[in-house]
């Protein structure tokens, strides 16, 4: 059997998954110390100061990384949604959930330290901008995901409704995305894309070790949080009660 097909079918698994995961969340955690420390070495004493926004620009450091896995992270939960919905993997339906307060989280921090950048970039700490209107709403859908889980007492049921609310919300990427080239909008365009960076080597570099060492910090909490999902939805079976 190909290794992807065994690999996907053993996901399916809550006490095979317990194990792998088990293994992987201390070198993730590690990852992300590792690369957090270089990174923020290296955006906060020795990237130069930019020559509009002087200091402030070192915000980006922690806005960028955010935003982005703010949006992945949501990406995810539709194609984890997706898969629990079409083949019934339980694992999938606890690691969608699982993602939707970090997700959450990433979004909080990307709005709060981009009106902190936004006050002297822009003078104002919020407008409403495409960008930041359609972030505000990742957040709201986030919440909703949320709520809509907890407002079942079944939790698989819970989990089918949340991961619907997740593949349709999932639109809204798109229009975070291209906003701030469908509207007219105070919100810089990306500095990073298909064509290469705008951005100098000495910014770039820090700006893109922060932004791995973020997805770092999603794959531990993620798996950790999965991990004590499963022990409480499982903890009268046997295979909890032999771990314990």
Do not use: C
Request: glycine share 8%; no cysteine.
């Amino acid at each position: 059997m190909n290794r992807f097909i065994l690999f996907f079918h053993n996901t399916g698994s809550p006490p095979w998954f317990y194990r792998f995961s088990g293994k992987l969340i201390p070198w993730l955690w590690l990852g992300f110390a590792v690369l957090t420390v270089i990174g923020l070495y290296m955006g906060l004493f020795l990237a130069p100061p930019d020559y509009q926004q002087g200091e402030s620009v070192r915000i980006m450091y922690l806005h960028v990384p955010a935003a982005w896995l703010s949006m992945m992270i949501f990406g995810l939960m539709a194609i984890m949604g997706f898969i629990a919905l079409v083949w019934r993997i339980r694992v999938m339906e606890v690691l969608m959930i699982s993602s939707a307060p970090i997700g959450a989280a990433f979004t909080v921090i990307a709005l709060i330290t981009g009106s902190l950048w936004g006050r002297p970039t822009w003078g104002t700490y919020w407008v409403w901008d495409a960008r930041l209107t359609s972030e505000l709403v990742l957040l709201f859908l986030y919440f909703g995901v949320i709520a809509l889980y907890n407002a079942y007492d079944e939790p698989r049921k819970a989990a089918r409704a949340a991961s619907l609310m997740a593949i349709v919300g999932v639109v809204n990427l798109p229009i975070i995305h291209y906003s701030v080239l469908w509207w007219n909008t105070l919100h810089q365009g990306s500095s990073i894309g298909t064509s290469g960076s705008g951005i100098h080597p000495s910014m770039l570099w820090p700006l893109l070790i922060m932004a791995i060492a973020s997805k770092f910090f999603y794959g531990a909490n993620l798996l950790s949080r999965a991990r004590l999902q499963l022990l409480k939805q499982d903890h009268r079976k046997r295979w909890v009660r032999e771990l314990l």
